[in-house]
């Protein structure tokens, strides 16, 4: 084999992070294109969806450029982590101090969501950015070196229990 072939090789990705910048590009995507009906409703969830969606478009470029570091990772993993559980209480529990949702016809009442049956209102962008982002997540997680994913998968269970034991409480009230 020659040394060409050996360098092409040598510089191919790895597929997952091929599968993160997927992931994350196609999330940014859907935070851009859904800003705009957002910030109708309520500026500062507009200004939040681009904002997110240019974090998310800048972590696809530095994973097309190249290896980044375990703190970037780190980074990526826990901005996305928030972000799904932002969304996941947005949708459940609600998010404080969120105007009224004019156009689903319900006000924010603490320990419910400030959509009214926020359930019904989880549609086929949210559950195609809600998948790219736990793949991003895992993908990522798969990306750092051994010490920091074994310290990040063991963080990232103990906020699942964490998170479990409290919607867990809630039920039993």
Known sequence: MNA????????????????????????ALAHLV???SHYTWWPLAGVFFVGLGVAQAA???????GRLSDRALLIGIW??????LVY????????PGTPPVPFHG??????RSIVPNGEKYVGPLDVFTLAAELVLVVTLL?????????????HL?????????????????
């Open 157 to 173: 269970l103990w906020c699942g229990v964490v998170l479990w034991a409290g919607a867990a409480m809630t039920l039993v009230r």
């Open 106 to 111: 319900g006000r924010w009442v603490p320990g």
């Open 4 to 27: 060409t072939v050996a360098q092409t090789r040598a510089a191919r990705r790895a597929v997952g992070t091929d599968a993160a910048i997927v992931c994350s590009a196609a999330a």
């Open 79 to 84: 901005g996305t982590v928030g972000v799904v």
């Open 34 to 36: 859904a800003a705009p």
């Open 59 to 65: 972590l696809a470029i530095a994973l097309v450029r």
């Open 142 to 154: 798969g990306m750092l070196s051994n010490s920091w994913r074994r310290r990040t998968s063991n």
């Open 88 to 95: 996941v209480a947005s949708r459940t529990t609600g998010l």
